[in-house]
């Protein structure tokens, strides 16, 4: 149950980065996913040092995975920002983070031969009925779909495209991310907070200059400054550290899933901040999809404290 509560912290935290991002209307999805992913990974590379330095032998041997899941993590918010500007902050949260745990999954299936299990796949198909629900709620007559900035979403297409891209690098990087946590090929495992940091950091490292050809905007203002540092340190970091805890616990497919309340916050926010709203039938995606967190979560607790009791008898 403990993985399931640092992952549903990290997905409330995820949850408020779009209403946050239309705070600072000048600067671009993708000066804003290079300073909250790049500094939020570099604070927690910064924070793991001592474990970077003395796992570093095991992280070098592993160093295939460490970069696909680096160059994963500097795709993601680049896709995930530019989607929500597109698609407007439900439509591309919805897409973004809904979506990551089918592909998630296939992921763990293809590489692992994990078998799914039935109770994943209804908390999945639940979860996923939700979010189809959300993504096809039109927005009320009068209040158009509204990007990061405040503006009509001009391409929602495309947005979608990007969301599924999005989807796609969160789920590697989670994959890729749980087996540095685990011994795989003879390979020691390493510890979540040294796994996550050297991901992150080297990811974050690699977002470094599309943020210095981006950024200017970020210096023309206090408000602008403060959506960077809250990105950065909140949702990147805090939450990240969070949600490497709880792969350390559940598998990433699950963790992935239990993060599709993530677009209930995101919803919930634009809908009382952004202005974007919502039909029943988009209350509808929001509760089911709150139906599948507790579906997902409710289960596991149960049968670890059975489990734990048993081996206590």
């Known amino acids: 149950m403990l993985g399931v509560l640092f992952c549903l912290f990290a997905a409330t935290a995820w949850g408020t980065t779009g209403t946050?991002?239309?705070f600072a209307p000048g600067v671009g999805p993708l000066a804003i996913g290079a300073a909250a992913m790049g500094f939020g990974g570099l604070l927690q590379a910064f924070v793991a040092r001592r474990g970077i330095r003395a796992h570093w032998p095991v992280l070098r041997a592993r160093l295939p995975l460490l970069a696909l899941g680096a160059v994963a993590v500097a795709v993601y918010p680049l896709a995930f920002y530019a989607s929500m500007r597109l698609a407007g902050v439900t439509i591309g949260t919805v897409i973004s983070i809904g979506a990551a745990p089918v592909i998630s999954a296939l992921i763990e299936n293809r590489l692992e031969g994990r078998r799914l299990t039935l109770r994943w796949a209804i908390g999945a198909a639940i979860g996923l009925s939700g979010i189809?629900?959300?993504?096809?709620t039109p927005h009320a007559p009068g209040s158009p779909v509204t990007g990061a900035s405040g503006t009509a979403a001009p391409d929602v297409a495309l947005g979608a495209a990007l969301g599924l891209l999005a989807a796609a690098t969160y789920a590697l990087y989670s994959w890729t991310s749980r087996r540095l946590m685990h011994r795989a090929g003879g390979h020691a495992a390493l510890p979540s907070r040294v796994a996550m940091g050297a991901t992150f950091g080297l990811g974050g490292l690699l977002l470094m200059p599309v943020l210095a050809a981006t950024g200017a905007a970020f210096l023309e203002g206090p408000v602008n400054l403060a959506v960077g540092l809250y990105m950065a340190v909140v949702p990147m970091f805090l939450g990240y550290l969070a949600f490497g805890a709880g792969l350390a616990r559940v598998p990433a497919s699950t963790a992935t899933t239990i993060t599709l309340f993530e677009p209930v916050v995101a919803a919930i926010l634009a809908i009382h901040v952004v202005g974007e709203m919502l039909t029943p039938r988009g209350w509808l995606g929001v509760a089911?999809?709150?139906?599948?967190?507790?579906?997902?979560?409710?289960?596991m607790g149960r049968a670890r404290r059975c489990t734990r009791k048993s081996a206590a008898g």
Not at 291 to 298: D, E, Q, V
Request: hydrophobic share 70%; net charge neutral.
């Open 20 to 22: 946050a991002a239309t």
């Open 132 to 136: 189809a629900l959300l993504s096809m």
């Open 288 to 299: 089911l999809v709150i139906a599948c967190l507790l579906w997902t979560s409710w289960p």
